[in-house]
């Protein structure tokens, strides 16, 4: 059974901390990693955490400690990695419309890089040559994923090197020598179906027969987990053994071993996580009943940006009569985290539970309203830490000229 935190915990949690608040379950965390090294561990693999679902240093550190890797998208991802204590040869910078100068800050770091562009992939080998070997991102024209929003391998999608300009990395390769040593691809968050994880596979393992140095496919992320009561997430065992059967088989007939890179992040830690945030009003109109909470799209934003669905409770009031509410936030916008929802009778001051909030929760908050970010806690076998304060007035202030 996947370890979950109980709402006594969570309750706790808010007594001591006050809402909102973000908790992660540092035991589901690992479990989720033991679960997917399992799936995979016929092949040579390399969990690459992707921190932007979730950059506290303290849950990076339960990725080093667990000997994961982990994805980058900026420099400061990288920095956080490093000060996590990350070795270079763990970190993956995985930038998009970012300038030259990016790559050669983090080749001056000597973290592997992964290029989505021809005229920078052509800048980078005429810079170094042979002397530091790539991987690129191949955009491999599937459309796949949650919502479009989210979907990032369709041939509309800005990310990677479309696959139809194969030949022109071969003739950068020729032409300045930079040695390509992986080919990525990443469709899509929220994807559950094994056939797309197989059609990208496929497509990258025929690809990388024309790269005579290759020998690591990275398959990114985008691993469903369920959002919605009775939603099932991506079988990842069912994965694990249709992708590991055609990886070995590739292997044979071209005699030859393949490093195989993820790159998960939701899968790592979207269910650890849970936002807590206490009712503060309720108002009955002529046509609905709201719920009003102290927080808003700047503390979680998915159900706004993609129409996400989140589960949420009242934990305070389990038992209560079910009613039907539009749960909606503070900030002086449509902030509505839930339409027509069901949930035990809420009374001012009860505690709302989000499900399922680890992954872009606290990683997309802002503070928009001239509203503070909520504090994040980590419940372990310690008890219930905290890893950020609330932030203040004084941290709104700070670096205006005054
Ligand atoms: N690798 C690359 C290159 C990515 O662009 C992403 C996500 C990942 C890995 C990790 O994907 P995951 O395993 O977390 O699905 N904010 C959105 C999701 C956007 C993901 C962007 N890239 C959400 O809250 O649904």
Known sequence: MAPTISNEILLAATKEFATPLYVYDEERIRYQYATLSRAFNKLDVNIFYACKALSNINVLRIFQQLGAGIDCVSLNEVQFALRAGFDPAKIIFTPNSV??????????????????????????????????PVVVRINPHILAGGNIKISTGHIDSKFGISIDQAEQILDIVTETGVVVKGLHLHTGSEIKEVEVFLNGLNLILELSKKFKDLD???????FKVPYKPNETGVNIQELGTTLSEKITAFEASQHKKIQVWFEP???????????????????????????????????????????????????????????????????????????????????????????????????????????????????????IQLIRRRETLEDLLEGQVL
Request: aromatic share 12%.
């Open 216 to 222: 690591i496919i990275d398959l990114g992320g985008g």
């Open 265 to 383: 992040g939701k899968y790592l830690v979207s269910e650890a996580g849970y936002f807590l945030t206490k009712a503060t009003i309720l108002k009955e109109n002529p046509t609905r009943s709201f719920v009003g909470v102290d927080s808003g799209f700047n503390h979680l934003i998915r159900p706004m940006f993609y129409d996400a669905y989140h589960i949420i409770q009242n934990i305070s009031n389990p038992n209560g009569a079910l009613k039907t509410y539009n749960v909606v936030g503070n900030i002086c916008e449509t902030d509505t985290f839930a339409w027509d929802r069901e949930l035990n009778e809420v009374r001012p001051g009860d505690i709302l539970c989000f499900k399922n909030a680890g992954a872009y929760g606290f990683e997309m908050s802002s503070r928009f309203n001239s509203r503070v970010r909520p504090a994040e806690v980590l419940v372990n076998k310690n008890g």
């Open 99 to 132: 300038s030259i100068e990016d790559y050669v800050e983090a080749r001056s770091l000597q973290v592997n890089i992964n290029i989505d562009n021809l005229h920078i992939l052509k800048q980078f080998g005429e810079l170094y040559g042979n002397t530091y």
